[in-house]
């Protein structure tokens, strides 16, 4: 069994190389790393160079620059594996026997068409790891989306990352689960996309990957503006108007407006980065959706809901945005 790893690669060059490591040093040894420079503009595409003479195993694609989710088809497009993993070039694999691990459970269960796994922030000012919340216990085994998705709605998670899934890559291809080319956030519809088409999948508390936060820095999960904001407000109306469409059961959908009330929370939280007048627009596009509060299967939205009923939205969205800059 061969698995592809796709890197897009993009102004990571000072990490870049922890992060093919972590690959390269896994003790399975029956894999490809495919490194997609989008157009860097750092040192970043000698380096890919550098490091593909250094390691047979690794492939790199020279391209103009089209953002993550265009360098992540390319790379699918010319994969070979039997599974497929998404990184991003600023993060890294925390342990050796992870992918070993994975590959068993995969050959243990042939059936699945995916596997997610868990994750923890990396802080790399003191080196300091911090786990994301555990998936449930009950979807650790194969089940079907339905129960996947009403189980992970009721644990308040919602693991969208592409970056956390095993993907056999003859199911990404058969189903033409691409990204959306320009979209931020693209991994929520992907996500979403992902489990309707599968049969059956498995979500394991296996702490894998290792999301890097730099404070005021480049990393990819750290640039909030307009443009993610507007493209997440897209992505909430879109989801909306296909779920009746979509083949998830009653309960399934009730769970993904769950999702979506949380998304919709995170994006009024977001507007306090923009000016009043682009804050105003969106808010105010946003206020059609706000029935999503009602769907409170995920626990932290029911928390917001009982907050709003007291406290109104206005007030509630500011007691929120208080509490994460104390957390944070």
């Known amino acids: 069994m061969r ?14 190389r922890q992060c093919v490591e972590s690959i390269t040093h896994q003790s399975y040894r029956d894999i490809e ?22 390691d047979n195993r690794i492939r790199v694609i020279h391209k103009l620059n089209g953002g993550l989710s265009d360098a992540r088809n390319a790379g699918l497009s010319i994969a070979t594996g039997d599974y497929v993993a998404f990184v991003d070039g600023d993060d890294f694999w925390i342990e050796s026997h992870f992918l070993l ?12 068409d995916f596997v997610g796994f ?54 990404l291809i058969n189903n033409n689960l691409n990204f959306v080319v320009g979209q931020y956030s693209e991994d929520i519809p992907w996500f ?8 059956e999948c498995a979500f394991l508390n296996h702490y894998i990957y290792a999301y890097r936060q ?10 909030i503006g307009i443009k993610n904001i507007n493209c997440l407000t897209q992505i909430i109306k879109n989801e909306v108007c296909q779920l009746k469409n979509r083949t998830f059961s009653e309960e399934a959908k009730n769970a993904i407006l769950s999702f979506l009330a949380y998304e919709l929370i995170q994006v009024y939280i977001c507007t306090s980065v923009l000016d009043k007048a682009d804050a105003k ?9 706000n029935w999503l509060l009602s769907y409170t299967q995920n ?12 406290l109104g939205l206005s007030l509630t969205i500011k007691c929120l945005r208080f509490y994460l800059r104390i957390r944070s």
Request: charged residues 20%; proline residues 6%; glycine residues 4%.
């Open 3 to 16: 698995i592809s790893f796709i890197i897009p690669v993009y102004k990571v060059e000072q990490y870049l």
């Open 33 to 54: 790393i495919i490194l997609v420079d989008d157009g860097s503009p750092d040192g970043s595409p000698a380096l890919c160079d550098n490091m593909a003479m250094e």
């Open 101 to 112: 691990e994975l590959t068993n459970f995969v050959n243990e269960h042939p059936n699945l």
């Open 118 to 171: 868990n994750c923890k922030y990396y802080y790399p000012e003191g080196e300091r790891f911090s786990k994301w919340q555990d998936f449930p216990s009950t979807i650790g085994v194969p089940v079907d989306k339905n129960t996947a998705l009403c189980q992970l709605a009721q644990a308040g998670i919602f693991p969208v990352s592409a970056c956390m899934k095993f993907i056999k890559r003859n199911f």
């Open 192 to 199: 979403i996309n992902l489990i309707e088409a599968s049969k």
């Open 214 to 223: 730099v404070i005021n820095g480049s990393s990819i999960t750290h640039n």
């Open 281 to 289: 627009i969106v808010c105010e596009q946003l206020k059609d959706y």
């Open 299 to 310: 626990p932290k939205v029911r928390k917001v809901a009982i907050m709003r009923n007291v």
